[in-house]
């Protein structure tokens, strides 16, 4: 059973930087892409980032290009976001899924696999 455990979010303001970690359980995961998409209210849930668990392939959303960053540690079984300038319209409920990397990365239908989701306020 795959289970993915979001975690650091919290309320910034305009400007500063947060690191979000996944930590991810109950498979290998050498098939799979660990992303992140962000959720904000009324809005569709939408794709951030992306990372293949086996080669370090990334993928990003033009929104989030130059201001975040994802990575991932194979020995924690963790994927980070490190996510710099924050703006007001990056709140949203941030969260963690998987996915096989025989799918496309970019949208949501192709990730298997959720985690809970943690929450980025950012205030102007």
């Known amino acids: 059973q795959v289970q993915l455990v979001e975690s650091g979010g919290g309320l910034v303001q305009a400007g500063a930087s947060l690191r979000l970690s996944c930590v991810a359980s109950?498979?290998?995961?050498?098939?799979?892409?660990l992303g992140w998409f962000r959720q904000a209210p009324g809005n569709e849930r939408e794709f951030v980032a992306a990372i293949k668990w086996s080669g370090g392939n990334t993928y990003y959303a033009d929104s989030a290009k130059g201001r975040f960053t994802i990575s991932r540690d194979n020995a924690k079984n963790t994927v980070y976001l490190q996510m710099y300038s924050l703006k007001p319209e990056d709140t949203a409920v941030y969260y963690c899924?998987?996915?096989?990397?025989?799918?496309?990365?970019?949208?949501?239908?192709?990730?298997?696999?959720w985690g809970q989701g943690t929450q980025v306020t950012v205030s102007s």
């Open positions: 109950g498979s290998t995961f050498s098939t799979y892409r």
């Open positions: 899924a998987a996915g096989r990397t025989w799918y496309s990365a970019y949208a949501d239908s192709n990730y298997d696999y």
